[in-house]
């Protein structure tokens, strides 16, 4: 492999990563991107690795693993396993992606969520100061809550000035619902870690990047309900989505659709993370939205632009009425709030990392859902042809 050179220029030494749900979403985007196109080791720490499998086992072909020497998996839970500070400290860096970060769960399981992004985060960021390692948390864009917009009166011309919802990160306040809104359980917590992980910064010199993913989508995001996780499951909204769409189901609007978001390719958000880890220069005391802001839709467009790649993808037509609406009581219980609006300002991580995403929302969903229907339609055809028993 040619010697890598960071930003300035200066040859990038080889490191091993110690990486915390590296078996997720994006854990899995990450470790085939190092182990890829980098010399860097990686020891993956996760309860699960199913993710992640093609980068640990031998492949049928060959009859070896493909990266025996560059990853390690370590099947642990952080919540109580020994292990963890020893293999914080056998690394140079450490990666934190281990959350439970779905919706459905923020309001039903409240207790869960704030433990495991912030009681269960507490070892990871103390381990790190103590040991004088860096860190890379993930925390999310959610830690911004509503725009200032959102409070305006309907017909305010100022909903229409960036200044009331651009999201920056050195000035946006952070607005959530009241507590009954068990919704911001999970932004509440992972916004005090941020505070946490920034005083350990501030007081005794932790070295600390802090990354707020914006809606990141690709292949592999959480699973389809029956077919690789619980049939009464709700992941994300990407995944809600393609599985009505593999069975030929209309897709759900929640409270009409209106909430609005910015989609991001995987792959071009991991690009950013990469610059961060290779130029702890340029990355060290920073928060960073990592988020297209050119990729904005409302819920409703996204449900529309996915049934129309769909159509595209697989060649079947779509159905007569592809979209339902549904209440957010209904669909998520007691508790459920939402954020209207998510736009990433991009000044600091330009400036600091020269990154710009790429990839169009048409184009990350063709490549996406031309993956879903290539794994999952045929698991779903079974599925929908057994008998139910009544
Ligand atoms: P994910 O659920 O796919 O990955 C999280 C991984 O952490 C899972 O594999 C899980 O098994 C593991 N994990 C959880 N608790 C653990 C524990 N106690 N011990 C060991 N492993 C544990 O989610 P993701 O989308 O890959 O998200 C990763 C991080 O990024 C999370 O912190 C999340 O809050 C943040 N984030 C992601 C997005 C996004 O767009 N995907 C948006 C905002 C924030
Ligand atoms: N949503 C929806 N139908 C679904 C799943 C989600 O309308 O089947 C909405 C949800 O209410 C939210 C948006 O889609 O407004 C994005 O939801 P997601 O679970 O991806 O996470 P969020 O962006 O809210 O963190």
Redesign the pocket.
Known sequence: MAQRLDLDGKPIKAITICMIGAGGFIGSHLCEKILHETPHKILALDVYNDKIKHLLEPDSASGTAPFPDRIQFHRLNIKHDSRLEGLIKMSDLTINLAAI????DYNTRPLDTIYSNFIDALPVVKYCSENGKRLIHFS???VYGKTIGSFLPKDSPLRQDPSYYVLKEDTSPCIFGSIEKQRWSYACAKQLIERLIYAEGAENGLEFTIVRPF?W?GPRMDFIPGIDGPSEG?????A??SN?LLRREP?????G?Q?Q?TFIYIKDAIEAVLLMIENPARANGHIFNVGNPNNEVT??Q??EMMTEVYAKVTGESALEKPTID?S?KE??GEG?D??DK?IPDMTIINKQLGWNPKTSLWDLLESTLTYQHRTYAEAIKKVLAKPTSS
């Open positions: 970060c779905t919706p459905a999310t864009c959610e809606n989508i709700v992941p994300r909204v990407l809600c989505f009505a897709l759900k609007l929640v409270d659709g909430s978001r819920v409703r996204l449900a549904v957010s669909f998520y459920y939402d954020s998510r």
